[in-house]
Structures are given as structure tokens and as C-alpha cells.
């Protein structure tokens, strides 16, 4: 876990703003079909941001190569969910470390 990298991504709004709806899925995306076992899928994460395709894309890159979020590819579709293990490892990294 790189330790810069994450607080960087977590410097940015819309990336934070993102982890806090995929914490909650079924009431930040309730539209979605076919439940979120595999997350949530990037085309409406893309719809409530409200930015451009490229923009999410590059901010689930980014929080993915951190490991804060997995990405699982269902037929055509990417789902994102968050990586609850990080959390937890970065919530000990805080409370023992910083």
C-alpha cells in the first residue's frame, strides 16, 4: 500500500465523493439492475458524477491502481466496488502511524 499515492487520490473531491456512494451502492445508484454483487457499473457512476466519460475513467484508474476500489468485467460492462480490506488497513495505518 503506497501510503502518497493514496492520500493523493484521496485529495480530490469527485474521488471521494465516489468512494462515499460505492460505500453505499443501493442508495446512491438505485437504479441499477441486477443488484451489486460485482459493484456498481461505470455507466452510472459516470451519470451521477456528471462528468465527462474520460474524467471518471481516469478517477476509477486511479483509485483502482490504489487499491481502494476493484473493478470486476461482466460481458461488455465494468463494475467498481470498494476494496473494504484497504480501508481497513489504511484505517489501522492511521490510528498506529500518523
Known amino acids: 500500500m503506497d501510503q502518497l499515492e493514496i492520500f493523493?487520490?484521496?485529495?480530490?473531491?469527485?474521488?471521494l465523493q465516489i468512494l462515499q456512494w460505492l460505500k453505499s451502492p443501493e442508495l446512491h445508484f438505485p437504479d441499477q439492475e441486477n443488484g451489486y454483487d460485482h459493484g456498481v457499473c461505470v455507466g452510472q457512476i459516470h451519470k451521477?458524477?456528471?462528468?465527462?466519460q474520460s474524467t471518471v475513467s481516469e478517477y476509477l484508474g486511479?483509485?483502482?491502481r490504489t487499491g481502494l476500489i476493484e473493478a470486476t468485467r461482466v460481458g461488455q460492462w465494468t463494475y467498481y466496488k470498494r476494496n473494504e480490506a484497504a480501508f481497513q488497513t489504511l484505517t489501522k495505518l492511521i490510528e498506529k502511524d500518523l
Open 62 to 64: 486511479v483509485l483502482q
Open 48 to 52: 451521477k458524477a456528471g462528468l465527462t
Open 8 to 15: 493523493k487520490a484521496l485529495s480530490n473531491k469527485s474521488r
